[in-house]
Nanobody, 122 residues
Framework: QVQLVESGGGLVQAGGSLRLSCAVSGSRAYTMGWFRQAPGKDREFVAAIKWSGITTYYSPSVKGRFTISRDAAKNTVYLLMNSLNVEDTAVYYC?????????????????WGQGTQVTVSS
């Protein structure tokens, strides 16, 4: 069983930055993804990173503003979010794909965290 615990959410003004963390239990290799769900909307893909830490993929809506990374020693994945805008307001979830496929599809992920709220004010 894999457990994922997100942290780092909060309230920030537009143009500001936040860094989300996802602590991962277990020692297997996973693709780690970040997804988000805004009120009244479906959950959407944000970014993913293969466990090697070398290959990443971003949604066009966040590319150039967000950076996904991992610290192997800490078994933690991060999402650094810069130039935040009101449209980034959502609950952010991290997820693990045990087949390490760099997937963008929600259904390909096997384990999910509880989510952390990010609110961007104008």
């Amino acid at each position: 069983q894999v457990q994922l615990v997100e942290s780092g959410g909060g309230l920030v003004q537009a143009g500001g930055s936040l860094r989300l963390s996802c602590a991962v239990s277990g020692s297997r290799a996973y693709t780690m993804g970040w997804f988000r769900q805004a009120p009244g909307k479906d959950r959407e893909f944000v970014a993913a990173i293969k466990w090697s830490g070398i290959t990443t993929y971003y949604s066009p809506s966040v590319k150039g503003r967000f950076t996904i990374s991992r610290d192997a020693a800490k078994n933690t994945v991060y999402l650094l979010m810069n130039s935040l805008n009101v449209e980034d307001t959502a609950v952010y979830y991290c997820a693990a794909d045990i087949d390490d496929r760099l997937a963008t599809f929600e259904s390909w992920y096997d384990f999910w965290g509880q989510g952390t709220q990010v609110t961007v004010s104008s």
